[in-house]
């Protein structure tokens, strides 16, 4: 499951599949890259002021916000240090400006992305907009950093600590997307159950709806709730994604156990159209769909 959780790497929206086995799809054969040199490089630096300041993993990242796992993603290269995080650093760590410096020249390659969910990937990025129906887990977009490592961790076979540590940075930055495209319109329709399926703690369960409430605010983003008593539908084949490329085009995508699917026909893409449009009409309005995660969340 591309976002579900079945894979090594990291690729759609439950946590597998695409971002999960790297397994060769249409004559896709690529090796995940490795951590770039410009990551390598600011990562030392973090790591460097840090040990300069007397401060552990532990301790920058709670005076940065973040956990020791993401400190140390950073510090060794896996993870490319969103905004909030290198501006925090560079206030902790002497406020010298060369951590803002460093971060606008970082680059990466697609660490922790399947070979056959990068096809999807790159088109997800230049998309005009994006679809997702989605009925396993949240979809990788919206999911919180907890939710996401707890969906990597419990999946099969088990993955290393760097294997884990590469998929969740890669989701975590797939998120960033939805930050830097506010004129995309991104459309979600999650099944009810997902979010009613615990994991964790309650905590942790109050942020994975407090993220899911943040990531759906904007005005580009659009959440919809299928309620439990909606009945059957026409989306009861499984999960699946549209988007539309700046030239008109409309693609899909679906995943399985163990494999992702791109879908250009026309008349295939047109009938996925047609359920997630039908489904869409079912679905709690997104008010609605608002209320509903609060009143999950208040009853934790």
């Not at 922790?112 to 009925?135: D, I, K, M």
Request: net charge negative; glycine share 10%; proline share 4%.
């Amino acid at each position: 499951m591309g976002d579900v959780g079945a894979g090594v790497m990291d690729g759609a929206e439950g946590g597998a599949g695409g971002e999960g086995r790297a397994v060769a799809v249409a004559g896709e054969c690529e090796r995940e890259p490795h951590p770039s040199d410009s990551l390598r490089t600011f990562g030392a630096v973090v790591q460097a002021l840090r040990e300069h300041a007397g401060l552990s993993r532990v301790e920058l990242g709670e005076r940065v916000r973040f956990s020791k796992h993401t400190v140390e993603s950073v510090e060794l290269g896996r993870r490319m240090p969103d905004e909030a995080f290198v501006e925090r650093a560079e206030k902790v760590l002497g406020n010298t400006g060369a951590l803002r410096k460093a971060s606008a020249h970082l680059t990466r390659g697609e660490v922790g992305l399947a070979a056959w969910f990068r096809r999807w990937a790159r088109l997800e990025r230049e998309a005009v907009s994006l679809c997702t129906y989605e009925c396993r887990l949240v979809p990788g977009l919206l999911q919180s950093e907890a939710y996401a490592r707890a969906v990597f961790e419990g999946t099969i076979p088990l993955r290393t600590d760097e294997e884990l540590e590469a998929q969740l940075a890669a989701r975590m930055e797939r998120q960033a997307m939805m930050r830097d495209r506010p004129r995309v319109p991104f459309s979600f329709i999650v099944e009810e159950h997902v979010f009613r399926r615990r994991f964790g703690d309650a905590q942790a369960m109050r942020e994975l709806f407090d993220h899911v409430v943040e990531r759906t605010a904007p005005r580009n983003v659009t959440l919809q709730v299928v309620p439990l008593d909606a009945g059957l539908h026409a989306c009861l084949d499984g999960p699946l994604r549209l988007l539309e490329t700046a030239d008109g085009q409309k693609v899909g995508y679906s995943e399985g156990q163990q494999n992702g699917r791109l879908i250009s026909d026309r008349k295939e893409v047109g009938l996925l159209s047609q359920r997630y449009d039908t489904l869409r009409s079912q679905a709690l309005n997104p008010r609605e769909s608002r209320d509903l995660l609060e009143r999950l969340r208040g009853e934790l």
